[in-house]
């Protein structure tokens, strides 16, 4: 089985040396970049199982790096930053990231979730047939969602979501089901991560909400006759 190959983007030398050290100790293979441009021109690369990416990047930051490719790259994009606001975090996410980690991080942690998110992309790709529902389709093994006939581009962690309502689908979910189904229990993390996603998902498949429904104090549900 081929080592995941993860894609480490930071100017700081030190720390990419530093994760780029950790993570292959840990039987990863990993490729650098110390820019934005750099980063943007690797992480098309079709090999990659998953990305870290620093916000506060020389040539072109974070954000934009993910903005340009995550309409093409749907493996997991994990954010490394020092900002610490919560309308960072919520940008980060709404711009297509999985995940959003602060500095200074414990190495062994980052490793975990990387982990975690690489045994649900498995689970998810190891899936084999589609979900239809009025005019939306869900391809479990394509990783690929079409709404009246069109593609919709969505992140990894916005599939998810949409993918495990669906399967559930006319059942109230709180935030913290849909959290836990997709994060985990044991991830540090903010639920309110579930709300920034849920609003990408309705403004992409729908604006007038037909399919994710919001239940006041509780939660949110999926109305529709799945096939």
């Not at 093409?72 to 711009?95: M, Q, T």
């Amino acid at each position: 089985m081929t080592s995941p190959t993860i894609l480490i983007a930071d100017d700081d030398p030190d720390i990419v040396r530093l994760l780029a050290e950790s993570f292959q100790d840990e039987g990863f293979l990993t490729v650098e970049a110390q820019n934005g441009k750099e980063a943007l021109e690797k992480a098309l690369d079709p090999t990659l199982s998953l990305i870290l990416l620093d916000i506060m990047m020389p040539e072109m930051d974070g954000l934009d790096v993910c903005r340009k490719i995550r309409n093409s790259v749907n493996i997991p994009i994990l954010f490394l930053s020092a900002k610490d606001r919560e309308l960072d975090r919520v940008i980060g996410l709404e711009v297509g990231a999985d995940d959003y980690i602060l500095k200074p991080f414990s190495i062994s942690e980052l490793i975990a979730r990387v982990r975690a998110h690489l045994r649900r992309e498995n689970r998810y790709i190891s899936a084999t047939k589609s979900i239809h529902s009025g005019t939306l389709t869900i391809n479990k093994d394509t990783f690929e969602v079409f709404h009246h006939d069109k593609r919709v581009e969505l992140s990894t962690k916005e599939f998810q979501i949409l993918l495990y309502m669906a399967e559930n689908a006319n059942r109230v979910l709180s935030r913290e089901q849909i959290y836990n189904a997709i994060w985990g229990e044991t991830e540090f993390g903010d639920i309110n991560t579930v709300t920034v996603h849920i609003k990408n998902l309705r403004s992409k498949l729908e604006h007038d909400k037909h399919y994710i429904k919001t239940v006041w104090g509780i939660g949110y549900k999926f109305v529709g006759d799945m096939q």
